[in-house]
């Protein structure tokens, strides 16, 4: 595909309808929630939301206010969790765009309480529990103490409560622990006659790897994007990458044995050599972890990255490609013919995750859909 850019992250939303499915059929009977805070993972969160709203999705996960601002200012109206709301200040623009809040504090619920009644309408919250991630949430041994007091505010009204797994990937005894603590709190509420309607825990990897009676909610992230929280779980839910990068080289040289390549002098070319230069950078998201590590595709060809990564551009070694040419075509991310180049093998080169990877790759990177 060519078209005016000389790097661009082509979306297929198409890819992204399949697995929203996917994740429809693994969730049952319970709603789902589908994640797309961070611009939808890098993947840009207008055109995923359409998506999902024209999937009939029912609810919509964001981080915090702004993001929630976003959406609603481009005509989203599927009800919207933010995850990150802990500001007191933050109450008004709650309330006025019509968001769900995550409550973990007795500040935010009585600035909420206060202004939801001087517009005279209710709020929906959902409290977020600390079952051992450490991060946001009310300590799940006092989480019913928190209730009680969220009782006597009567505009507020509690939607939902869930907790968010730590190590859902790395350890399933903790992880079971988390749910049985989780479990417990729930089951004392709905005795004390606290009946909340939705109660979720499942992120992508709950979702498939530890599947409970008491959850309602599924919440899905990662999964939506054709991205696995961990390698066995490609075994058993069949998904579509939905991102692909792609580049075109911009100059070529030959370099005689002895040059060096890039800042540094971290790479000595060990013969002669024919190096192609790519307009790609860490200000596009390309890591700096990636240099002299990772490679591109080139007419099927694995490339490898030479010397460090710069600002805008990458060097590549392409001696053994047939014929280079000036505007050529590089996969940077995804397949040429039988090679592939994914998320996970960037994050394998640069010591980190696929979702950094994807979310890495800003804003000055154009998205085509």
């Not at 765009?97 to 500040?107: A, F, G, I, S, W």
């Not at 050529?328 to 093998?345: H, R, Y």
Request: charged share 20%; aromatic share 8%.
């Amino acid at each position: 595909m060519m078209n005016k850019y000389l790097t661009w992250a082509q979306i297929d939303l198409n890819a992204i309808r399949y697995n929203f499915r996917v994740l429809r059929r693994l969730a049952g009977r319970a709603k789902i929630l589908t994640v797309i805070k961070a611009d939808a993972y890098g993947h840009g969160i207008i055109p995923v939301a359409r998506l999902l709203v024209d999937e009939k999705v029912d609810f919509i996960g964001l981080s915090n206010l702004s993001e929630g601002i976003t959406l609603r200012k481009a005509g989203i109206r599927t009800p919207v969790l933010l995850f990150e709301t802990t500001l007191a200040e933050q109450a008004k623009g709650i309330v006025d765009y019509d968001l769900t809040p995550t409550v973990c504090t007795l500040e935010l619920a009585r600035a909420l309480d206060n202004y939801a009644r001087q517009q005279r309408r209710p709020v929906d919250i959902h409290v977020k529990v600390d079952t051992g991630m450490g991060r946001f949430g009310v300590w799940h041994e006092v989480t019913a103490e928190f209730m009680d007091n969220i009782r006597r505010l009567s505009n507020l009204r509690v939607e939902g409560i869930y907790t968010h797994f730590s190590s859902a990937d790395t350890d399933r005894t903790f992880t079971q622990r988390q749910i049985q603590q989780f479990t417990r709190l729930v089951r004392q509420l709905r005795k004390e006659g606290f009946i909340i309607p939705c109660v979720h825990a499942a992120n992508s990897m709950g979702l498939v790897e530890y599947p409970d009676g008491i959850f309602n909610l599924a919440r899905s992230g990662l999964m939506l994007y054709g991205l696995y929280p961990h390698r066995q779980l490609k075994e058993k839910v069949k998904l579509r990458p939905v991102m692909s990068v792609h580049s075109r080289i911009i100059f070529l040289k030959c370099i005689e044995k002895g040059r060096s390549i890039s800042y540094g002098h971290m790479f000595i070319a060990p013969r002669r050599m024919i190096i192609a230069t790519l307009p790609i950078g860490y200000s596009d998201g390309y890591l700096r972890g990636l240099s002299a590590k990772a490679f591109v595709l080139i007419s099927g060809q694995r490339c490898p990255v030479l010397g460090r990564v710069t600002m805008d551009q990458i060097m590549v070694d392409v001696s053994k490609v047939k014929n280079p040419y000036l505007g050529m075509p590089v996969i940077i991310l995804g397949k040429d013919q039988k090679a592939q180049v994914s998320a996970d093998d960037l994050a394998h080169a640069a010591g980190t995750i696929n979702y950094e990877i994807v979310c890495s790759l800003g804003s000055r990177l154009p998205r085509v859909y």
